[in-house]
């Protein structure tokens, strides 16, 4: 019989603490993301391409979205864990997630950076 | 055997009637569960839609305009209406969840009232931004 303790090691607290801490990382570009777009001048395509060719803003917008990608696989991975039993299945699907999320970072270093 | 008990069969009073009249989730439980749809609503369709609207009003005037009025039409502000409301309703049970980590608000009263104001609030949210949409 193998004793093996698979609750000891601690294998999801590190996942748990990533999704909190890039929580809050998203949720405070959000409110100055909403804040700037509402407080400041009427958005037109200047006033966009001004704000996003500042150099915060682009690195924050970097930081936002690699956040956002972290957060989002350990969700979609809990989620696929909850109610996608087949292996083959999940595993298909982890690795479709993981596509899209690195393309959506790919993407969004195009649009910052062009 | 360790596995003799796991398999052993139990009755299960689980149907699709059951789980639709019989079994009401608490308030909480709408609170979570919602959580979970509209999280996943973000990652897929809603990330990739705002990250192409945003793509295309950067990357040229007529692009701007272009998403403007790709904005104006009615089903694209119903999508909107959809994001906005999965944005509040997942930022704002988050918000909650954060603090029922450092142990805010787990009493069985506060935890009640405080999922009534996240579903109210992100309902509001989502009323508001239609209100200005339309």
């Known amino acids: ?114 | 055997m360790a596995s003799a008990s796991a398999k052993k069969l139990r009755p299960k009073y689980l149907s699709l009637s059951a789980l639709l009249f019989e079994i009401r989730l608490p308030l909480p439980g709408w609170v979570s569960i919602l959580h979970r749809i509209s999280g996943a609503l973000l990652v897929f369709p809603f990330a990739a839609w705002l990250l192409f609207m945003l793509d295309a009003s950067l990357a040229s005037e007529q692009g701007f305009e272009r998403t403007r009025a790709y904005l104006d039409l009615p089903l694209v502000k119903l999508g909107m209406l959809l994001f906005v409301w999965a944005y509040a309703h997942h930022f704002c049970a988050g918000m909650r969840f954060l603090l029922l980590d450092i142990n805010r608000g787990i009493e069985l009263k506060q935890a009640r009232l405080s999922s009534v104001f996240v579903l109210l609030i992100s309902l509001l949210l989502t009323a508001w931004f239609g209100v200005k949409l339309w």
């Open chain 1, 1 to 114: 019989m193998v004793n093996r303790v698979v609750t000891g090691a601690h294998y999801g607290t590190g996942s748990w603490l990533a999704q909190r801490i890039t929580a809050l990382v998203i949720a405070v570009y959000s409110v100055v993301a909403l804040v700037v777009v509402f407080v400041g001048k009427p958005l037109s395509h200047a006033v966009l391409k001004d704000l996003f060719s500042q150099g915060w803003m682009r690195v924050a917008t970097l930081v936002f979205m690699v956040s956002l990608a972290w957060h989002a696989w350990v969700g979609v991975r809990d989620i696929l864990m909850d109610y996608v039993k087949p292996d083959g299945l999940r595993l298909t699907l982890e690795v479709l997630v993981i596509l899209l999320l690195a393309s959506y970072l790919g993407w969004t270093v195009q649009v910052l950076w062009r």
